[in-house]
């Protein structure tokens, strides 16, 4: 009963948002004390805030348990049939089984980045780690309790897909024969098989990687190139319209200029008019007065 006591408040706290983790743990810790539960609240106090990418497992693990237990199972499978292979028995599939544990575990990575961009945390420089930490909780069964909960404190140590082969590395344990020659060979050339197919998958996947570090670099250049060459058009064009601008203005101020002008000579000649109309009404007056 004790021990359903801790795990709950172990859970709990694990389940929270991270920057929330120390004072919820606090809180349950003295909450404990309160209810006499002293063992209990020193277990609890003793768990430790965890890692970033731990705890992006641990919220992929609450919020995706089905994809857990299939993970598990895949890992499960695919040992499964890694001892058949040791043992010298036929093991069809395991190329297969490996690919769907490297899809499970792909899928659950993309799911914690999502969830730690949720949380305004850039997600780039944890994806590996979780991956690892994935991967090795899934091909260990004394982490898959642990896996399951959610309450995970630090990432697990192990391969990602840029490790060993991913899947093809997870060797079994040494059939327990000592007087089987015939088995520990075969276990033998298994694992050596295993081991050089691991190693070229390796290599598979960095040669892959380099043939997309190489593509990537030639369309930026591409991209680049044409974003100049808009550039470059653009401002060809910007130039061009400033110069019309620039006579469009001049030509707007030669024509005030002018119009300033030819008011100036209206106004004058209708001076000039008022006064030839001012000397013609004096001369009919005169006229008329003779």
């Known amino acids: 009963m004790a021990q359903d006591l801790l795990a709950s408040h172990v859970e709990a706290i694990y389940g929270a948002d991270l920057a929330e ?7 349950r810790v003295k909450a404990l004390k309160a209810e006499g539960h002293k063992d209990e609240a020193a277990a609890l106090k003793a768990h430790r805030k965890p890692t970033v990418p731990a705890w ?9 348990g089905e994809r857990i237990e299939t993970l598990i199972e895949a890992a499960d499978e695919l040992r499964a049939l890694q ?17 769907r544990l490297r899809d499970l575990v792909g899928d659950l990575r993309e799911a914690a980045g999502r969830i730690l961009a949720a949380a305004g945390t850039r997600a780039d420089a944890h994806l590996d780690e979780i991956e690892q930490t994935i991967f090795a909780a899934a091909v260990d069964p004394q982490h898959h309790d642990t896996l399951r909960r959610g309450v995970l404190a630090a990432v ?3 391969p990602g897909f840029g490790g ?33 197919a691991a190693e070229a998958e390796a290599e598979a996947d960095e040669a892959r ?7 990537a670099d030639a369309d930026r250049t591409k991209q680049r190139r044409a974003v100049q060459r808009r550039i470059d058009a653009l401002e060809a064009a910007r130039d061009k319209q400033a110069e019309r601008a620039a006579s469009a203005r001049e030509a707007a101020d030669d024509l005030r200029a002018r119009a300033d002008a030819a008011a100036a000579d209206a106004e004058m000649a209708e001076a000039d008019l008022a006064e030839y109309d001012d000397d013609l009404a004096a ?4 006229l008329d007065a003779l």
């Open 21 to 27: 983790f120390t004072a919820e743990r606090d809180r």
């Open 56 to 64: 992006a497992v641990d919220q992929v693990a609450r919020t995706h």
């Open 83 to 99: 001892h058949r292979a040791a043992s010298g028995r036929r093991a069809e599939g395991m190329r297969e089984a490996s690919q």
């Open 156 to 158: 697990l140590p192990g």
């Open 164 to 196: 060993l082969g991913f899947g093809l590395a997870v060797l079994p344990d040494p059939p327990e024969q000592d007087d089987d020659t015939a088995a520990d060979a075969a276990y033998d050339e298994t694992a050596e098989g295993l081991a050089a």
């Open 209 to 215: 990687r380099a043939e997309a570090r190489v593509t």
């Open 283 to 286: 001369a009919h007056a005169e």
